[in-house]
């Protein structure tokens, strides 16, 4: 399996009160071992699964919300987030995880995975992959 | 066309597993090829046996099932959500120390790799959630 095609796992849903946004997270680890090119979207109320400081300890769920900070060791660096979903929600890229990965490219420089994009952009950014998963 | 399909909502409460049953009949009518139907988060539960809908209503289970058995088709349920939700064939209810399987006829439980192969190989995949 030479062939390379771009995923893009789009995340719309909040990070608990459903299962979602937690087994999306499962296929993406798992995804990484195929050496795609992969990409994650978040909007609407997938934006929050991306927030700093979750705690879950009261409501007796697992907090996941670390993982998202090892994706750069997966190779999984480009994690795109909706403005517009932000905006929506009173929230800015203060709120959400310093997430970073190592730029093997550049001598190892560790830069944000996050990339904030406009709703037109999303679309392009969809509109570019060859597999489109949506949670 | 091959097309792949994940079906990602449970049977009765959701439509996602007729409008997709519905689907993959069509296309294959159509001479289309289906190469892999993958069934995650509650959609694994289509693939229980145990299930009794009213006389009345469609039996969703046996519908794939049959479909499975007349095309060939490659049901997978994915293990890691079927064991949150009891979903086990006879090698993991050994494995696990169950006392009994509940999967029907025409699926198999695999890994969620085979869902990223299934991206891979196919032409287009199609997912039929909420």
Redesign the interface.
Known sequence: ?S?V?K?LYVNRKAPYGT??AQ?AL??VL??A??D?DVSLAFLDDGVFQLTKGQDTKDAGLKNFSPTFRALGDYEVTKLYVEQESLDERGLTLDDLQDIQYEDEDDDYEEKPSIIVVSRAGMADVMADQ?????? | MKFGI?V?EGPYTHQASDSAYNFVKAALATGHEVSRVFF??DGVNVGTRLSIPPQDDRQIQEQWSALAKEHELDLVICI??AQRRGLLDQNEADRQGKDANNIAEGFRIS???Q???M??QADR?I?F?D
């Open positions: 399996m062939e095609k995923f299962i979602y087994e499962e296929v798992i995804g071992a195929f795609q060859d597999v489109v998963l949506s949670f | 994940v990602s995650y988060h890691a959500a890994g969620l790799g869902l990223i192969e991206g891979i995949t997912t959630g």
